[in-house]
């Protein structure tokens, strides 16, 4: 049965799906990385494919940009595709002082300044986590893959532009980048009893207007990507 977002019908998806938030960049890893791959959704442009990666079936959907949208897409996928876990792929802003252009984070948790858990009427402050197997999974493989990762906190945030300036807040919290995606992805699998995780290369770092080029981020990317395929198929 299709969702009014995604057209595919059930068994479409892998139980496994990886969520760059660029469509194009789903279909560059399905063209670059998967066997067999085929388009599983096209509506909105938002593409998605199914294929496998060293012969495990793997899947990868767009998420398009914001907490709304990827609440839109991880929902559909883990309610009506029985979709198992969802590692999200993307870009991430640096926030703590330590963290440099191109570094890979595992987002361990993720803050925010979203009212996406408004919808839980919970009587306190939930703290969006990523799946532990899925975190200590991929922390294992980057330490084989000798690629350097770091873990922690991280923020999504609903403004990309945002006048409040409050970066510098976070950072004294210890956050170490910030994204607009991974505590609605984390709120959705935890509701659903179901697996996230979030992985992002740092492109920029705002509080010192540093940027990678478009060349550099390509290839963060792919470090990335190989990260979240060998995390997939140790599973
Ligand atoms: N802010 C918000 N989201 C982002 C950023 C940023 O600086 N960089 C990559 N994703």
Redesign the pocket.
């Known amino acids: 049965m299709s969702t009014p977002h995604l057209q595919g019908k059930k068994g479409d998806y892998a139980p496994t799906v990886l969520m760059p938030g660029d469509p194009l960049r789903a279909k560059f890893i399905a063209e670059t990385f998967l066997e067999n791959a085929v388009c599983v959704n096209e509506i909105r442009g938002m593409l998605g494919f199914t294929g496998t990666y060293k012969g495990v079936p793997v899947s990868v959907q767009g998420s398009g940009m914001g907490m709304p949208s990827i609440g839109i897409y991880s929902y559909e996928l883990f309610h009506e595709f029985d979709v198992q876990r969802i590692i999200r792929i993307?870009?991430?802003?640096a926030i703590a002082p330590e963290v440099q252009l191109r570094d890979v984070i595992l987002g361990q948790a993720a803050c925010t300044n979203s009212a996406f858990a408004d919808q839980y009427r919970l009587p306190g402050t939930y703290a969006p986590i990523a799946s532990f197997s899925l975190l200590s999974a991929a922390a294992e493989i980057a330490k084989k893959q000798g690629l350097s990762v770091r873990v922690g906190n991280i923020l999504s945030?609903d403004t990309?532009y945002d006048d409040a300036n409050s970066l510098a807040e976070w950072r004294k919290m210890h956050v170490l980048g910030?994204?607009?995606e991974a505590a609605a992805l984390y709120m959705n699998a935890a509701r659903a009893g179901k697996e996230a995780l979030c992985i992002c290369t740092v492109?920029?770092c705002?509080l010192e207007g540093k940027f990678t080029t478009a060349e550099e981020r390509q290839t963060g990317f792919t470090a990335m990507m190989q990260l979240a395929l060998e995390t997939v198929a140790s599973l």
């Open positions: 993307g870009t991430a802003g945030s990309f910030i994204e607009m492109s920029d705002p």
